[in-house]
């Protein structure tokens, strides 16, 4: 409901981004899911479904519509963990690499713009599979001539592939390739509570029945009631869910309240598990009894990825790495699940500091991996830098005070939507193109930044 729909095409829909303001400067990526949908009809939502030649023909010459438009590049998402609101996996899951070749050979065409993935290859076991996909990254990245990134995260079932990744990137830029591997700061962390979208309980079919056609009021009432209680409990027994939802249903020695500042390195001592045992209950028992506190508006941080053996060891080896950029903050998806848009605030914060373990990195990397080099990367060469004839894009931090309060749970979206809104602390100015759009955290009302079309500078 809050979107105006006067657009069809990608140039239209740049037109219409480019007639608001904002504080801080925006791009966007042609996304080939809405692509395929658009060319393919309801067929481009099956992932199974192949695209005819004039089908990708029709993509590339869209595509290259788009960047001559001011893209900054095509995007596409090659991970199961992305569904359609009915569980179906997304259309370009596996798409060939004829189908790829053919899409991307619009930013050779146009000699312009970058190409932005996710891959299953970081978080599978399968050896093969692996590098299957590394291999239909190099091909793009060869064929293009144009620069890519893709995300690296480590999961539970492939704790060290994030390792071999970096190791085939290595190897992409001694070719000559420029591939970069997209890092997280910190784990990816699901929110769970009874007052937004996901907790532990939430695929029992006693929670849906209270959360179907309910206000967020009306289905915390209706869990507080102990004869509900014991049915979810009851079949959440019986629950066990395949990959990453089974961490979130059953993963109590992941699960921690939420402190204030967040704690984003917690140890399995602090965890619901171990909290459990020290009172001598059943962990999910315990755990749902936790979920209602606070009114049932209790948070839960839950390190989902990111954080396979309990630290930020590895989480630091992948920041390090020769090839990286920082991103991946999900700063406006699974808005009521996850809230990682703070990510540069635990870069600057935690990162200058150090972990748990003593690692550190000067905070001058950690700013120039937030500014410079993420700029460069997309062809924006007029800002990163503090110099005569740069941008004044400045944010000016007490260091010492830089924290982030728990996350708020907020329905301010059209129709009432829920989502999860986190603020920081320590951040004195923030100042855009000259004017201070930001003071003491508080926005000023000034909305210098716009679209950008394409490079700059």
């Not at 204030?260 to 999910?284: F, H, I, K």
């Not at 809104?421 to 930044?449: C, D, H, I, M, N």
């Amino acid at each position: 409901e809050g979107l105006t729909w006067d657009w069809e095409s990608f140039p239209d829909y740049l037109n219409a981004l480019a007639k608001r303001r904002y504080t801080m400067d925006i791009g966007a990526h042609i996304p080939h899911a809405a692509l395929r949908a658009f060319v393919m009809g309801d067929a481009g939502g099956d992932h199974t479904a192949v695209p005819s030649q004039g089908e990708i023909d029709r993509m590339e010459a869209l595509t290259f519509e788009a960047l001559e438009a001011g893209a900054l590049g095509f995007s596409t998402s090659r991970t199961y963990v992305h569904r359609s609101r009915d569980g179906a996996n997304i259309g370009t899951l596996s798409a060939s690499a004829a189908e790829l070749l053919g899409i991307t050979a619009a930013l050779k065409r146009a000699g312009k713009g970058v190409v932005q993935l996710i891959s299953d290859a970081y978080l599978t076991a399968d050896d093969d599979f692996a590098q299957a996909e590394l291999e239909l990254i190099r091909q793009v990245a060869r064929t293009t001539g144009r620069k890519l990134s893709f995300t690296v995260q480590q999961t539970d079932d492939a704790p060290d592939r994030w390792r071999h990744i970096f190791g085939e990137i290595e190897a992409m830029t001694a070719e000559g390739l420029d591939v970069r591997a997209q890092v997280a700061p910190r784990p990816i962390g699901v929110i769970l509570t009874f007052a937004s979208t996901t907790n532990p309980f939430f695929i029992t079919p006693t929670y849906r029945d209270c959360a179907r056609d309910a206000s967020t009021e009306q289905r915390l009432v209706r869990l507080a009631d102990p004869a509900v209680k014991a049915k979810i409990l009851a079949e959440h027994a019986h629950i066990h869910p395949p990959g990453m939802a089974a961490v979130i249903v059953q993963g109590f020695n992941r699960m921690f309240r939420m402190s204030d500042p967040v704690d984003y390195e917690p140890v399995e001592s602090a965890s619901l598990a171990a909290e459990a045992a020290r009172a001598g209950r059943e962990p999910a028992d315990y755990a749902y009894d936790v979920l209602l506190e606070e009114g049932g508006h209790r948070l839960i941080y839950m390190p989902l990825i990111n954080y396979a053996r309990g630290n930020l060891d590895d989480v630091f080896g992948m920041m390090s790495g020769a090839h990286t950029l920082y991103g991946l903050s999900d700063g406006g998806a699974h808005c009521g699940t996850i809230c990682d848009g703070s990510f540069p605030t635990t870069t600057i914060g935690l990162w200058s500091k150090g972990s748990k373990s003593g690692l550190k990195t000067p905070l001058e990397a950690l700013v120039h991996g937030y500014t410079q080099r993420n700029a460069a990367h997309v062809g924006w060469n007029d800002r990163g830098v503090v110099k005569p004839g740069y941008l004044a894009d400045l944010n000016v931090i007490s260091l010492d005070e830089l924290q982030l309060s728990p996350p708020k749970i907020v329905q301010d979206l059209p129709a009432g939507g829920t989502r999860l809104l986190q603020t920081a602390r320590g951040y004195r100015w923030t100042v855009k193109s000259g004017a201070v759009t930001f003071e003491g955290g508080q926005w000023t009302g000034e909305t210098p930044g716009q679209l950008l079309r394409g490079a700059q500078g």
